[in-house]
T-cell receptor, first 116, second 116 residues
């Protein structure tokens, strides 16, 4: 158990709709990263939040947006859903206090999104 | 550009045998971190082991060890005494630099199947 929880576990949406995914980070962790994992692939970095500010972004369009709250939990929002957005969305939390070189990211079990 | 390559789509091993999962990486940064994660069918990414680019010794964590060959840019995971519960997808990942919270770059993964 990593202490990182994600909700919901599964979600079915139709093309064009909007979706919000949620993540509670491990206690004491102030950094949350979001990844998209398509079937049979490795996770791809979407963006990262550190102390409520976006702190890095991967190659994803602006319709992927996020928030981090004062308690360090986070949301991933996706607008205008496309069929290719169907994937497992993983959230990971980390903390610089682990040691700057190591900084292990601990993952939740993910939200499986299906876009029809 | 940074890249992780895992060339073994699937590996098969008998219980109690050792197995090596291959990982090569490409980066021009002198400082980086290498990670291995296990992903069971449930979806959660479980951290296994970490190796820093400046670490002189190979990392070990219980039955897991990392065969780090810096000149060859390889970071192979060795699992000793395989167990049925080791059946899962295994991902090699790299984090760039020493800054806190930098994104992970993942390979495509290797599926490990352990039989009795």
């Amino acid at each position: 158990e990593t202490g990182v929880t994600q909700s919901p576990t599964h979600l079915i949406k139709t093309r064009g709709q909007q979706v919000t995914l949620r993540c509670s980070s491990q206690s004491g962790h102030n950094t949350v990263s979001w990844y998209q994992q398509a079937l049979g692939q490795g996770p791809q970095f979407i963006f990262q939040y550190y102390r409520e500010e976006e702190n890095g972004r991967g190659n994803f369009p602006p319709r992927f947006s996020g928030l981090q709250f004062p308690n360090y939990s986070s949301e991933l929002n996706v607008n205008a859903l496309e069929l290719d957005d169907s994937a497992l969305y993983l959230c990971a939390s980390s903390s610089p206090t682990q040691g700057e070189a190591k900084n292990i990211q601990y993952f939740g079990a993910g939200t499986r999104l299906s876009v029809l | 550009a940074q890249k992780i390559t895992q060339t073994q789509p699937g590996m098969f091993v008998q219980e109690k045998e050792a197995v090596t999962l291959d990982c090569t990486y490409d980066t021009s940064d002198p400082s980086y971190g290498l990670f291995w994660y296990k992903q069971p069918s449930s979806g959660e990414m479980i951290f296994l082991i970490y190796q820093g680019s400046y670490d002189q010794q190979n990392a070990t964590e219980g039955r897991y060890s990392l065969n780090f060959q810096k000149a060859r840019k390889s970071a192979n995971l060795v699992i000793s005494a395989s167990q049925l519960g080791d059946s899962a997808m295994y991902f090699c990942a790299m984090r760039r630099g020493r800054q806190a919270g930098t994104a992970l770059i993942f390979g495509k993964g290797t599926t490990l199947s352990v039989s009795s």
